[in-house]
């Protein structure tokens, strides 16, 4: 076995520029709320929900958003349900909803159904545009937080206050809003990326000001939750790691308009870090039942769990890879071309037979089979690969194999 981390110098941690800091925080799930209201995506049934809240729990996050109460009474039940499975499991349930009385009236109803303390997570816009776009004043924003969170507390939920579009509010109104919450009893404030907006620096610089002016030493946690909108979901989530208490994510990214950052690709880099050691090859079930039941594509080349990941016909990538297979070393065969180990996620390197493949694809292929790799099969099946547009199919390099 080699020494890789001796093989590898890593600029990730080369130390001659500031790093952000990032750390092993609480994960919170959104899939089974925010990531259902992607515009493409179905509603998976109960059995599925069931089985999505379990693998979480295998992959040791935390907690849970499993629906809206107020959305209807087939919500509430099945939020019932979702709860009382988590009793039997390590992760906790929350669920969202206005700042509304109707809402949180549906939240309690849906604890004493269940038996169990749902956390309540009551959100209401925030940024200067949306009070503009929805003629709100801040004095009655106010109130019905203060109202709202006063009503949940006092029927024993635990409370996470939530800013909406947290990214584009001015400070101002936030510590209005995260101060009336926090007074009337709210032990969580979350920091909401709503549209997407944040950069990697906003991120730092907003949850910076939460910390040091909002919360200020009490005994309040915080959260952040991001959205994909400029291809920055997974880095945005990493880089509040270095201040959030929980960090928020979706199966796939999957949520509102682009979705939200990846819970995947999260504990992917996670690992990646050295700040966790979860086994992730629970991620594989867990993203294939969101692709099968919310009708979700896996692209070809999405990083860790696409079906390109780990897959090559290219010569010069094939041919390290066999090398390092040949000198009977997994690991370093995981890791020669690829940054992201295949084992990480249970899966393993293959070597494919393409138009710009070399010879050693095709004799790792046919011997990896237990077919021999004689001079007119290797010749007959480079010849069809370079005669073709993309790669050859099993299928396809089987009848070449055994057309002798």
């Given at each position: 076995m080699s020494d890789l981390d001796a093989l590898i110098y890593d600029w990730n941690r080369d130390g001659r520029a500031a790093r952000a800091d990032y750390r092993a925080v609480e994960l919170d799930d959104e899939t089974l709320r925010d990531g259902l209201q992607g515009p493409?995506?179905?509603?998976?049934?109960?059995?599925?929900?069931?089985?999505?809240?379990?693998?979480?729990?295998?992959?040791?996050?935390?907690?849970?958003?499993?629906?809206?109460?107020?959305?209807?009474?087939?919500?509430?039940?099945?939020?019932?349900?979702?709860?009382?499975?988590?009793?039997?499991?390590?992760?906790?349930?929350?669920?969202?909803?206005?700042?509304?009385?109707?809402?949180?009236?549906?939240?309690?109803?849906?604890?004493?159904?269940?038996?169990?303390?749902?956390?309540?997570?009551?959100?209401?816009?925030?940024?200067?545009?949306?009070?503009?776009a929805e003629s709100w004043s801040i004095d009655t924003m106010t109130k019905q937080v203060e109202e709202s969170v006063a009503l949940a507390v006092k029927n024993g939920l635990p409370v996470m206050f939530v800013t909406e579009d947290t990214t584009r509010a001015d400070p101002e109104t936030l510590v209005t809003l995260y101060e009336t919450a926090i007074a009337a009893g709210a032990k969580r404030i979350?920091?909401?990326?709503?549209?997407?907006?944040?950069?990697?620096?906003?991120?730092?610089?907003?949850?910076?000001?939460?910390?040091?002016?909002?919360?200020?030493?009490?005994?309040?946690?915080?959260?952040?939750?991001?959205?994909?909108?400029?291809?920055l979901g997974t880095i945005n989530a990493l880089a509040a790691t270095a201040i959030a208490d929980r960090v928020h994510g979706t199966a796939l990214g999957i949520g509102e308009r682009v979705g939200n950052a990846s819970m995947d690709q999260l504990l992917v880099n996670l690992r990646l870090w050295d700040l966790i050691d979860t086994n992730l090859e629970?991620?594989?079930?867990?993203?294939?039942?969101?692709?099968?039941?919310?009708?979700?594509?896996?692209?070809?080349?999405?990083?860790?769990?696409?079906?390109?990941?780990?897959?090559?016909?290219?010569?010069?990538?094939?041919?390290?890879?066999?090398?390092?297979?040949?000198?009977?070393?997994?690991?370093?065969?995981?890791?020669?071309?690829?940054?992201?180990?295949?084992?990480?996620v249970g899966r393993e390197q293959r070597i494919e037979v393409g138009p710009m493949s070399g010879e050693s694809n095709v004799v790792f292929w046919l011997e990896h089979r237990g077919i021999d790799a004689t001079r007119d099969r290797i010749d007959r099946i480079m010849t069809a690969a370079k005669a073709s547009d993309r790669l050859l199919t099993e299928e396809e390099l089987d009848a070449l194999a055994r057309l002798d």
């Open positions: 493409s995506v179905r509603n998976p049934p109960l059995d599925v929900k069931i089985r999505l809240l379990q693998l979480m729990d295998e992959l040791g996050i935390a907690s849970a958003d499993i629906g809206l109460p107020g959305a209807s009474p087939q919500a509430r039940a099945t939020i019932v349900a979702l709860a009382k499975e988590t009793v039997k499991l390590r992760i906790t349930p929350n669920v969202a909803v206005r700042t509304h009385p109707a809402d949180i009236h549906g939240a309690i109803q849906a604890a004493v159904d269940s038996g169990v303390a749902i956390e309540t997570c009551a959100f209401i816009g925030s940024s200067p545009i949306r009070r503009f979350c920091a909401s990326d709503t549209v997407g907006h944040a950069t990697p620096e906003g991120v730092r610089n907003l949850l910076t000001f939460l910390r040091t002016d909002i919360i200020k030493g009490r005994d309040v946690k915080l959260d952040y939750h991001g959205h994909n909108d400029r291809g629970p991620l594989v079930e867990y993203t294939a039942l969101v692709a099968e039941h919310c009708g979700v594509v896996i692209p070809a080349n999405y990083p860790a769990l696409g079906a390109d990941a780990f897959r090559t016909g290219t010569g010069v990538h094939a041919a390290a890879v066999v090398k390092a297979l040949r000198k009977g070393d997994r690991e370093l065969a995981d890791r020669v071309y690829s940054s992201v180990p295949a084992s990480v």
